[in-house]
Protein backbone atom coordinates (compact mmCIF):
# COMPACT_ATOMS: atom_id res chain seq x y z
CA UNK A 1 0.00 0.00 0.00
CA UNK A 2 1.46 3.47 -1.15
CA UNK A 3 1.12 6.31 1.33
CA UNK A 4 0.53 6.32 5.23
CA UNK A 5 1.98 3.16 6.53
CA UNK A 6 -0.01 3.39 9.47
CA UNK A 7 -3.14 3.72 7.67
CA UNK A 8 -2.83 0.72 5.48
CA UNK A 9 -1.82 -1.21 8.69
CA UNK A 10 -5.16 -0.17 10.16
CA UNK A 11 -6.92 -1.49 6.92
CA UNK A 12 -5.33 -4.73 7.26
CA UNK A 13 -6.16 -5.08 10.95
CA UNK A 14 -9.34 -4.47 10.27
CA UNK A 15 -9.63 -6.77 7.27
CA UNK A 16 -8.61 -9.29 9.58
CA UNK A 17 -11.41 -8.45 12.56
CA UNK A 18 -13.82 -8.95 9.67
CA UNK A 19 -12.87 -12.09 8.69
CA UNK A 20 -12.91 -13.04 12.45
CA UNK A 21 -16.60 -11.87 13.11
CA UNK A 22 -17.34 -13.78 9.18
CA UNK A 23 -15.73 -17.05 10.66
CA UNK A 24 -17.89 -16.81 14.00
CA UNK A 25 -20.64 -16.41 12.53
CA UNK A 26 -21.56 -12.74 13.03
CA UNK A 27 -22.74 -10.12 9.94
CA UNK A 28 -20.32 -7.51 9.31
CA UNK A 29 -19.90 -4.59 7.53
CA UNK A 30 -17.35 -1.74 6.74
CA UNK A 31 -17.66 1.99 7.09
CA UNK A 32 -17.03 4.00 3.62
CA UNK A 33 -14.16 6.42 4.62
CA UNK A 34 -13.19 8.02 7.96
CA UNK A 35 -15.56 10.06 8.84
CA UNK A 36 -17.67 7.79 11.46
CA UNK A 37 -16.15 6.66 14.87
CA UNK A 38 -16.28 3.39 13.75
CA UNK A 39 -14.62 1.33 11.68
CA UNK A 40 -16.95 -1.81 11.83
CA UNK A 41 -20.04 -2.80 12.87
CA UNK A 42 -20.50 -6.20 13.98
CA UNK A 43 -24.53 -8.28 14.07
CA UNK A 44 -25.36 -11.04 16.28
CA UNK A 45 -29.33 -12.22 15.21
CA UNK A 46 -29.73 -8.33 15.33
CA UNK A 47 -27.63 -6.73 17.91
CA UNK A 48 -25.82 -4.03 15.97
CA UNK A 49 -22.57 -3.02 17.74
CA UNK A 50 -19.94 -0.14 16.42
CA UNK A 51 -16.72 -1.19 17.19
CA UNK A 52 -13.27 0.48 16.65
CA UNK A 53 -10.18 -1.03 15.43
CA UNK A 54 -6.88 -0.55 17.34
CA UNK A 55 -3.43 -2.35 16.35
CA UNK A 56 -0.30 -2.29 17.15
CA UNK A 57 2.86 -4.18 15.22
CA UNK A 58 5.87 -3.05 16.89
CA UNK A 59 6.80 -3.28 20.86
CA UNK A 60 7.14 -0.56 22.50
CA UNK A 61 10.40 -0.07 24.10
CA UNK A 62 10.78 -3.56 22.76
CA UNK A 63 8.80 -4.51 26.24
CA UNK A 64 5.22 -4.33 25.41
CA UNK A 65 2.33 -3.41 22.63
CA UNK A 66 0.74 0.16 23.10
CA UNK A 67 -2.56 0.74 21.85
CA UNK A 68 -3.89 4.55 22.23
CA UNK A 69 -7.54 4.24 22.67
CA UNK A 70 -8.25 7.98 21.24
CA UNK A 71 -8.60 9.35 17.51
CA UNK A 72 -7.06 12.96 16.47
CA UNK A 73 -3.54 13.71 14.92
CA UNK A 74 -1.49 15.49 16.92
CA UNK A 75 -3.81 15.26 20.47
CA UNK A 76 -5.37 12.42 21.06
CA UNK A 77 -9.02 12.55 22.54
CA UNK A 78 -10.36 9.50 24.02
CA UNK A 79 -13.40 8.05 22.25
CA UNK A 80 -16.98 8.90 23.68
CA UNK A 81 -19.62 5.97 23.77
CA UNK A 82 -21.43 8.26 21.41
CA UNK A 83 -18.62 6.92 19.08
CA UNK A 84 -17.92 3.29 19.41
CA UNK A 85 -19.76 0.32 21.31
CA UNK A 86 -16.62 -1.60 21.58
CA UNK A 87 -12.59 -2.02 20.61
CA UNK A 88 -11.56 -4.91 19.26
CA UNK A 89 -7.40 -4.25 19.67
CA UNK A 90 -5.35 -6.62 17.32
CA UNK A 91 -2.14 -7.54 18.72
CA UNK A 92 0.47 -10.45 17.13
CA UNK A 93 -0.82 -12.98 19.45
CA UNK A 94 -4.41 -12.25 19.19
CA UNK A 95 -7.57 -10.11 19.33
CA UNK A 96 -9.30 -8.24 22.58
CA UNK A 97 -12.81 -7.68 22.62
CA UNK A 98 -12.94 -4.63 24.97
CA UNK A 99 -16.51 -2.76 25.60
CA UNK A 100 -16.20 0.53 25.09
CA UNK A 101 -16.88 1.46 28.99
CA UNK A 102 -14.53 -1.22 29.75
CA UNK A 103 -11.66 1.18 28.79
CA UNK A 104 -9.55 2.63 31.58
CA UNK A 105 -7.68 5.63 29.70
CA UNK A 106 -5.93 6.63 26.54
CA UNK A 107 -2.99 4.04 26.59
CA UNK A 108 -3.30 0.63 27.69
CA UNK A 109 0.03 -1.94 27.31
CA UNK A 110 -0.24 -5.13 26.47
CA UNK A 111 2.15 -8.40 26.54
CA UNK A 112 1.47 -11.90 25.76
CA UNK A 113 -0.06 -14.35 28.72
CA UNK A 114 3.09 -14.70 31.03
CA UNK A 115 5.70 -12.17 29.21
CA UNK A 116 5.43 -9.20 31.50
CA UNK A 117 8.70 -7.93 31.26
CA UNK A 118 9.45 -7.32 34.61
CA UNK A 119 7.04 -9.45 36.73
CA UNK A 120 7.04 -13.27 34.89
CA UNK A 121 6.60 -14.73 38.45
CA UNK A 122 3.91 -12.79 40.09
CA UNK A 123 0.31 -11.53 39.64
CA UNK A 124 1.19 -8.73 37.46
CA UNK A 125 2.12 -11.09 35.10
CA UNK A 126 -1.32 -10.73 33.37
CA UNK A 127 -2.38 -7.88 31.04
CA UNK A 128 -5.40 -6.01 33.01
CA UNK A 129 -7.30 -6.58 29.45
CA UNK A 130 -6.32 -10.66 29.70
CA UNK A 131 -9.70 -10.75 29.59
CA UNK A 132 -10.75 -9.70 27.03
CA UNK A 133 -8.76 -11.84 24.87
CA UNK A 134 -10.70 -13.28 22.06
CA UNK A 135 -14.10 -12.38 23.87
CA UNK A 136 -16.23 -12.28 21.05
CA UNK A 137 -19.20 -12.91 23.45
CA UNK A 138 -19.16 -9.67 24.07
CA UNK A 139 -20.97 -8.67 21.33
CA UNK A 140 -23.85 -10.83 21.26
Not at 51 to 62: E, F, R
Not at 105 to 118: C, K, S
Request: glycine share 12%.
Amino acid sequence: MGGNKNKGNGTIAEAQVLVKLLQQGFGASWAIGDSMGWDLVSDWQGKVTRLQVKSTQVAHKGRTWRILFGHGCKSKELYEPADCDAFVCVLPWGMYVIPQGNVDGIRANFWPPGEHPRYNTSRFNQCKYEPYREAWHHLK
